[in-house]
């Protein structure tokens, strides 16, 4: 049985290993996150090849006696060399890969979670800075979904009144929506409930299955990305028990 596997990947981290290597942690869409070794200093060129947010073919040696993989070829087919150049693209791309990492690669469909995250990251090699964090959201609110947790936010889960006009409220506790005579009150002001707008909420239905390259055609007020930010960091910190860090800048 050949020790040496291919992968369609792309790498989500990249830290020091030992004195002069590095180890690469990759989203693949055979096994979903496989860690491998680089091997080789700074002037390494497959070194150079994994560096984060590159995406393409990689041959992993493993080696079952010493338990580790080697990552021994990478025919990279993406750079995204552009996230690189505006802060506000590193820093959603940093928040795409830690939530990626964060939920184990989406636990099953990892072809449909690598497609996603590329999809992503390709979106926000060229965005502006407004686009970024826009991108950021969407990619979050996709991949609630993606998990299985993505809550229902059209209409009251109670009464069933969709609110065209005015606000519903969204419960952490419960994970659902919930209308102004309906929403659970809690005397906890964290806990309290997250008013959802129309605005907010027209904005997720219509991007909920759109291509991460078309979302620059629609277009969102302040108002209304705050509200949908804090859905659904409120949604994603639920499901991990925590709230990364990457997903405030």
């Not at 990305?225 to 639920?238: D, I, P, Q, R, W």
Request: charged share 20%; proline share 4%.
């Amino acid at each position: 049985m050949s020790r040496t596997a291919v992968y369609s990947a792309i790498v989500l981290r990249s830290r020091p290993s030992g004195e002069s290597n590095i180890e690469v942690t990759l989203l693949t869409a055979e096994e979903g996150i496989v860690k491998a070794t680089v091997f080789g200093g700074p002037k390494s060129k497959l070194r150079a090849y994994a560096a984060p947010y590159n995406s393409g073919q990689v041959w992993i040696y493993r080696d079952p006696s010493k338990d580790y993989g080697k990552l021994s070829d990478f025919d990279v087919h993406s750079w995204r060399a552009g996230l690189r150049e505006l802060y506000e693209r590193t820093m959603a791309a940093g928040g795409v890969a830690e939530t990626i990492l964060c939920t184990h690669g989406g636990g099953g469909d990892w072809g449909s979670a690598l497609k996603l995250a590329t999809d992503t990251l390709d979106a926000l090699e060229n965005a502006n800075e407004e686009l970024c964090p826009r991108l950021l959201v969407h990619f979050l609110w996709r991949w609630a979904y993606f998990l299985g947790i993505q809550p229902h936010i059209e209409n009251c889960a109670v009464c069933r009144d969709r609110a065209d006009s005015s606000p519903l409220l969204f419960s952490a506790n419960e994970g659902s929506v919930f209308c102004a005579s309906c929403a659970p009150h809690s005397e906890n002001q964290a806990l309290s409930p997250l008013q959802l707008n129309p605005g907010c909420r027209r904005w997720l239905a219509a991007t909920g299955t759109l291509e991460p390259s078309l979302l620059h055609r629609y277009s969102m007020d302040n108002k209304s990305f705050n509200e949908a930010k804090s859905l659904v960091t409120a949604v994603m910190t639920g499901a991990l028990g925590k709230k990364l860090a990457s997903w405030d800048w």
